[in-house]
C-alpha cells in the first residue's frame, strides 16, 4: 500500500531522515515513536506525498510518487486519511460541514452522504454537535471530529499525528479504541506518538508493531515498551 524504499529527508541543510526502508501492509496497525524533533511528522508527510524524500523511493499504492502528477497524487491522497496534530478546522463552518470538507474538495456530492455522515458522527460520539462550531467543541470532541473527517472518504490507510497529545487519559482512551476498530474493520493503521502508556494500552486489544526513529533511522522497538 505504502512503501518507502532507502528514503531520506534533508531539512535546513542537514538530514533529517535517512536509509528508511518500510512497507504498511494492509490491515496492518503500526505506532512510531521518537523524541520531539525526531521526524516522526515528516516521515508521515512522506507517507501521504506531502513531502518529496531527497533520496530513495515512496511508493503508494504501487507507484512511485516521484513519477505521478500532481492530480495523480492528490488522487491517491484519497485512499489515506491523516488525523494531522493541530486538527484545524474552518471555525466559521458547523461541525457537519467541516467532516464533509474532503468530500467537498474531490467535487463529491455531500448531500448524497448525509446518511453516512450522522452514522459517522454517532460512531465518534458527536451527533449532537453536528451544528457546533469549532470554537465550541472540548479538545477531545475536536481530535474526534478530525478522526471522522479523516475517514469520511472510506480511506483504506489511517495516518494519525499525536492524535491524543491535547487530551486526557480517558479521551486517549476512547480515541483509541476508535482507531482499533477502524483497524478491525481491514484499515491500515500508523499513529505517531511519544505517549508510551497508549502503545501499551493498544498492544493488549491489537497486533501492533511498535517503531522508533532513532540516529534519522527507523528501528522496530523492544520489549522494553
Known amino acids: 500500500m505504502i512503501e518507502l524504499d532507502k528514503v531520506a529527508h534533508s531539512y535546513g541543510g542537514g538530514e533529517l531522515l535517512s536509509g528508511i526502508s518500510l512497507t504498511l501492509m494492509p490491515g496492518s496497525f503500526h505506532f512510531l515513536t521518537g523524541p520531539s524533533g525526531a521526524g516522526k511528522s515528516t516521515f508521515l508527510k512522506l507517507c501521504y506525498g506531502e513531502l518529496m524524500p531527497s533520496a530513495g523511493h515512496v511508493q503508494l499504492f504501487g507507484r512511485d510518487v ?3 502528477s500532481r492530480d495523480d497524487v ?22 457537519a460541514e467541516n467532516v464533509l470538507l474532503p468530500l467537498t474538495v474531490a ?21 449532537r454537535q453536528a451544528a457546533s462550531r469549532p470554537p465550541e467543541l472540548s479538545g477531545g470532541e475536536r481530535q474526534r471530529a478530525a478522526l471522522a473527517r479523516a475517514v469520511i472518504m472510506s480511506p483504506e490507510v489511517i495516518l494519525a499525528d499525536e492524535p491524543t497529545g491535547n487530551v486526557d487519559w480517558d479521551m486517549s482512551l476512547r480515541l483509541l479504541q476508535l482507531l482499533v476498530e477502524l483497524n478491525r474493520m481491514g484499515k ?23 517503531l522508533r526513529i532513532k540516529d534519522r533511522r527507523i528501528q522496530l522497538a523492544g520489549a522494553d515498551l
Open 188 to 210: 491500515t493503521i500508523l499513529i505517531a506518538t511519544h505517549d508510551l502508556n497508549l502503545i501499551r494500552a493498544a498492544k493488549a486489544q491489537v497486533s501492533a508493531r511498535v
Open 107 to 127: 467535487g463529491q456530492d455531500t448531500g448524497a452522504e448525509a446518511d453516512n455522515l450522522i452514522e459517522l458522527l454517532s460512531w465518534v460520539g458527536l451527533a
Open 66 to 68: 516521484g513519477a505521478m
Open 74 to 95: 492528490a488522487h491517491a491522497r484519497r485512499r489515506i486519511g491523516v488525523v494531522h496534530q493541530d486538527c484545524q478546522f474552518l471555525d466559521h463552518l458547523p461541525l
